[in-house]
Structures are given as C-alpha cells and as structure tokens.
C-alpha cells in the first residue's frame, strides 16, 4: 500500500496543551497536505507544505516535513475543544500519475 | 461560491443492486476525484476525471466506474453491490490536475449502507 501511516491513531489532550500528529509516507512527493474531518463530514483541507519546503504555518498550526525521513509532523497549538476531529494527511506522489493517498488518521480528543 | 455537492448524502440498498452518486465541483473546477471511506481501509483513491478524461484509476474491482460531464459534474456507479461497499463516499474537486494541484475540496459524502 501506499497509503501514508499517522501516528498516534488516537489523542487525548486538555484544552489548552499543545497536539502533535505525525505522517509518514513511503515514495517521493510534490506536496504534502493536512486535513480535517468532523465525524462522518467531509474533510476540509488545513495546510499545504511543497517537497521544497521544510516547514510552514497557518495560525495554531504549524507543519512540519523533512523529505529525507518521509515523514511529517502537525502541530496544533493551545487546542480547543471544537479541535475535537480526525486529521489526515495526503501526499501528492509523483510516481503514481500525482494521485493523491491519504494516511490512516489521527483522532485528536481534545477535553474541555 | 458554493462548495462541492454530493447526492444522494444518505441511502440503503441491498445486495445485488446497483447505485449511482452524484458529485457537483466548485464552479470552474475541472478535476474530480473519488474516495471510499471505511473504518478499516481508510480513505481509498477510486479514481480522478479532468475534463471528462479519466486521469487515475484506483485499486477497485470493475464494479466501481464512474464518468464526467462537459460541465465538470460526476457521477460514480457502482454495480451488483455488496455487503463489504458499505462506505462514505467522498468526492473533492479541484481547479486543476497533476503536478500542480493544490488543496481538494471535498464534498460532505454519501452514506452508502447495503443490506
């Protein structure tokens, strides 16, 4: 498969604490995306980092990719408890047609 | 600018049966692509369309299929359901296709449950 493998699968925090999911990938890409899902809804794109890029930020999230480890990390920072949701990341690979393939999911608890 | 639609959003059929999806991109998107969405497979790729050009195909038996329209709409059909299809059925578009494509928009799914 080459599907990307997130881990941890599952994420308890508190409100406030910082949450920290990571991604990793197995053949070379062009992009590298981030998404969101509220249970059984669509998911709603978050962040885009280039291969070229080492690491980006959009407001409480900051990502990070390092392509020689194929892996990538995203940070949200002082999570609320509407952060409750399930976080994937998709990888562009550029060997397959540039199809995109979805990693199995983070489920991010965050406790009010 | 309204977002991805997706109908049916829910539906039940039995075994047997056969089922069509339709998908509505963004205005001026000309990419749409297909996933199915399991708790224990994850999101699968099913397959990518560009101006009614089929671009990818993913892993799935002949029984999925799907088509574009002139006007970007999709559909995906699947045939002879089965009890393993049960799945959300995602659908996103984008503006463009290949190396370039930035973020998909997705479409909140159909509920497809087979009996």
């Known amino acids: 498969s080459q599907q990307g493998e997130e881990d941890p699968q599952a994420l308890s925090i508190q409100e406030g604490e910082n949450a920290t999911m990571n991604c990793s990938y197995k053949?070379?890409?062009?992009?590298l995306q981030w998404y969101r899902q509220n249970s059984g809804r669509g998911l709603v794109h978050l962040i885009l980092?280039?291969?070229?890029?080492r690491e980006k930020h959009s407001g409480r999230l900051r990502v990070t990719l390092d392509t020689s480890k194929k892996s990538s990390s995203l940070l949200i920072t002082a999570s609320r408890a509407a952060d409750t949701a399930s976080y994937f990341c998709?990888?562009?690979?550029?060997?397959?047609?540039?199809?995109?393939?979805f990693g199995t999911g983070t489920s991010l608890t965050v406790i009010p | 600018k309204a977002g991805v639609t997706q109908t049916p959003r829910y539906l039940i059929k039995t075994r047997g049966q056969q089922v069509t999806l339709s998908c509505s991109p963004i205005?001026?998107?000309?990419?749409v692509s297909w996933y199915q969405q399991t708790p224990g497979q994850g999101l699968q790729f099913l397959f990518e369309?560009?101006?009614?050009?089929?671009?990818n195909k993913g892993n799935f038996p002949g029984r999925f299929s799907g088509r574009q329209f002139s006007n970007s709409r999709s559909e995906m059909n699947v045939s002879t359901l089965e009890l393993g299809d049960s799945a959300l059925y995602l659908c996103?578009?984008?503006?463009?296709?290949?190396?370039?494509?930035?973020?998909?928009?997705f479409g909140e799914g159909s509920r497809l449950t087979v009996l």
């Open positions: 369309y560009f101006s009614e050009t089929q671009r």
């Open positions: 205005s001026g998107h000309r990419s």
């Open positions: 998709a990888t562009l690979q550029s060997n397959t047609g540039n199809q995109f393939y």
């Open positions: 996103a578009s984008s503006f463009s296709a290949g190396a370039g494509v930035g973020e998909l928009f």
């Open positions: 980092i280039r291969s070229n890029e």
């Open positions: 053949t070379s890409i062009n992009n």
